[in-house]
């Protein structure tokens, strides 16, 4: 087991967005596993040929883990087979089509009214805090509301209370994409078997209700109920969680390019801001895949076995403002990736009709970077001068 150390990159969590050349982004350890892919056409024929690039390493820790976590985790029977994301092959279409049915662009328009309703409604609370001189940070008190309520209306499965919600998914991010000491994997771990035994109990109890819920459409399809498991943990995480990632991000972008008061004005506004987000620092902004045979792309030589992370958001997709790759490219691309955009643009615009004098209070956020995962941890806001004089 290798051990994770100290170096200027594990600091990277206090700077801007991911933008220069990934390995710049990544500590030794991570940079001597992974080859980094920053050219998009390259990144594109990398990702329509999965029987050469597969998936399998999806879901693998960043770095080895310590032999004290693992034991944590095998205490706890924890184990994620691969699963749509993970999976190749017949494997992942069978499930693919099943999930699908849920994110299709008709149930996700339908959700644009009831956003707005509960965005409209913790934005009037917020405003009696702020008219009382509060600071408020919209990253923990919006953005992370939101996908969850939608997630679960949208597959009717169950959801865990918000607090353990948020600390398992931030946790786990850390714990499989990120590069945490000895001591810190200890706490994670014993956090993600906390979350696999809650999913455990949860996958249970809703395959055998009769209600149309995503895990029972998937029991009912064949799959067994190890896939389910590790399908809700990744859901769970990369379904919610980066859309709220996107989100605050959005959020924060709007207020420090003043782009707030257009955001709420103008539809045209806003889709183009979360478009620029999304091209610049998407919550996603990397895959990883590994070879599964010699192969040569692009006068590029990728052996058997090597591992590589490609680039989705940043570098010279936000030089060139595209967005086109931030959800992925060919049959992996995000089902949710309508969902998370139009969630993003309609909070973004709601929130800033809702809260029009707001600005950015305290310091520059601190960013979460960790090697597929961004965004800031906190947008501190308050009202603008004039309405906090009045």
């Known amino acids: 087991m290798s051990c994770p150390f100290a170096s200027p990159a594990a600091t990277l969590g206090e700077l801007a967005p991911l933008a220069g050349p990934l390995p710049d982004a990544y500590p030794v350890e991570v940079n001597r596993r992974y080859r980094s892919i920053e050219d998009p056409a390259l990144v594109r024929r990398i990702l329509l040929r999965p029987e050469v690039f597969t998936p399998d390493n999806a879901l693998d820790t960043a770095i080895d883990l310590e032999p004290a976590a693992l034991r944590i985790l095998a205490s706890a029977r924890f184990s994620l087979p691969p699963v749509l994301a993970s999976a190749s ?109 809650w999913l455990e109990t949860s996958v249970a109890e809703a395959v055998t209700r009769n209600d149309g819920n995503l895990y029972a459409a998937l029991h009912h399809s064949g799959v067994d109920s190890a896939r389910i498991r590790s399908l809700g943990y990744f859901l769970t995480i990369a379904g919610q969680e980066t859309t709220a990632m996107l989100i605050a991000t959005a959020l924060r972008t709007a207020l420090h390019e003043d782009r707030w008061d257009q955001c709420a004005q103008s539809e045209q506004v806003t889709s183009d801001l979360v478009s620029h987000v999304l091209a610049q620092a998407s919550s996603v902004p990397t895959w990883r895949r590994r070879v599964a045979a010699d192969i040569e792309l692009d006068g590029q030589r990728f052996a058997a076995g090597e591992q590589v992370v490609l680039r989705l958001s940043g570098g010279a997709l936000g030089e060139a403002n595209d967005d086109s790759l931030a959800f992925g490219f060919g049959i992996h691309r995000c089902l949710g990736a309508g969902l998370a955009r139009m969630e993003t643009e309609v909070v973004l615009a709601a929130a800033a009709r809702a809260l029009p004098d707001l600005t950015p209070a305290g310091e520059e956020p601190n960013w979460m970077h960790l090697l597929s995962f961004q965004a800031p941890r906190t947008v501190w806001t308050a009202l603008g001068p004039r309405e906090a004089m009045a």
């Open 89 to 197: 092959g017949s494997d992942h279409l069978a499930v693919r089509r099943v999930v699908a049915r849920f994110f299709s662009p008709a149930k996700a328009a339908a959700q644009v009214g009831p956003i707005k309703e509960r965005v409209a409604a913790i934005c009037a609370g917020l405003a009696q805090e702020y008219r009382g001189g509060a600071s408020i940070d919209l990253a923990q008190r919006l953005a992370a509301v939101i996908p969850p309520e939608v997630m679960h209306r949208l597959t009717g499965v169950p959801i865990p209370p918000a607090e353990d919600l948020k600390a398992w998914s931030q946790d786990s991010l850390e714990l499989f994409w990120g590069w945490p000491d000895a001591k810190r994997q200890l706490e994670l771990a014993a956090s993600a078997a906390g979350f696999h035994a």
